[in-house]
Antibody
Framework: QVQLQESGPGLVKPSQTLSLTCTVS??????????WSWIRQPAGKGLEWIGR???????NYNPSLKSRVTVSVDASKSQFSLKLTSVTAADTAVYYC??????????????????WGQGTLVTVSS | QSVLTQPPSASGTPGQRVTIPCSGS????????VNWYQQLPGTAPKLLIY???RRPSGVPDRFSGSKSDTSASLAISGLQSEDEADYYC???????????FGGGTKLTVL
């Protein structure tokens, strides 16, 4: 059974860099046709896709965050990571990592997320 | 404001059937399949329906999904108290070049 677990600082100062790691267990992070993704959720609000990395190492990012986001993978540690620079209070949220499976339909880009990590709250405050 | 539109709330009584709509447009639901997630209070979202109408292993057949043109819907039959949660639809969007989520619907079991 695949499991994901986020880790990282719960408090980050404004203008600094938010760094989170997602540890994958129960499966190899470098095998299979999967994307490894980051999604966040501000308190009381909806879900926002941040970005993802494919097994091959290629990445995609939300255009609204692209200039500040980097997603990387360390297959030797079965981990993938998120870095978000120049954070502000608007970046305060619960951050989730998730595995994205490709749609079984040809030419269908709507992958689906399962499983998810339990989420980690990151607060941006001085 | 979310790209995919869901009503903020829905409700039903135990045993009832409820539907949650998700409205989109051509670059998203009109072109790609829809997935649904259930988020119980204080927990991470969980995949409920994928590729419009498929249920992952372990999801009761009380849950079903459908899609038509630029809209989708989630139906829950035989409503139970444990179904009280937030429900989100999601689909790929060509304008974003990434996945978009609905704003979520909070389901209350009366």
């Amino acid at each position: 059974q695949v499991q994901l677990q986020e880790s990282g600082p719960g408090l980050v100062k404004p203008s600094q860099t938010l760094s989170l790691t997602c540890t994958v267990s129960g499966a190899s992070i470098s095998s299979g046709a999967y994307y490894w993704s980051w999604i966040r959720q501000p308190a009381g609000k909806g879900l926002e896709w941040i970005g993802r990395i494919y097994t091959s190492g290629s990445t995609n990012y939300n255009p609204s965050l692209k200039s500040r986001v980097t997603v990387s993978v360390d297959a030797s540690k079965s981990q993938f990571s998120l870095k978000l620079t120049s954070v502000t209070a608007a970046d305060t949220a619960v951050y989730y990592c998730a595995r994205e499976s490709e749609s079984p339909h040809l030419f269908d880009n709507s992958g689906y997320y399962a499983p998810w990590g339990q989420g980690t709250l990151v607060t941006v405050s001085s | 404001q979310s790209v995919l539109t869901q009503p903020p709330s829905a409700s039903g009584t135990p045993g009832q059937r409820v539907t949650i709509p998700c409205s989109g447009s051509s670059p998203n639901i009109g072109s790609y399949s829809v997935n649904w997630y259930q988020q119980l209070p204080g927990t991470a979202p969980k995949l409920l329906i994928y590729t419009n109408n498929r249920r992952p292993s372990g999801v009761p057949d009380r849950f079903s999904g459908s899609k038509s043109d630029t809209s989708a819907s989630l139906a829950i039959s035989g409503l139970q108290s444990e179904d009280e949660a937030d429900y989100y639809c999601a689909a790929w969007d060509d304008s974003l070049n990434g996945p978009v989520f609905g704003g979520g619907t909070k389901l209350t079991v009366l």
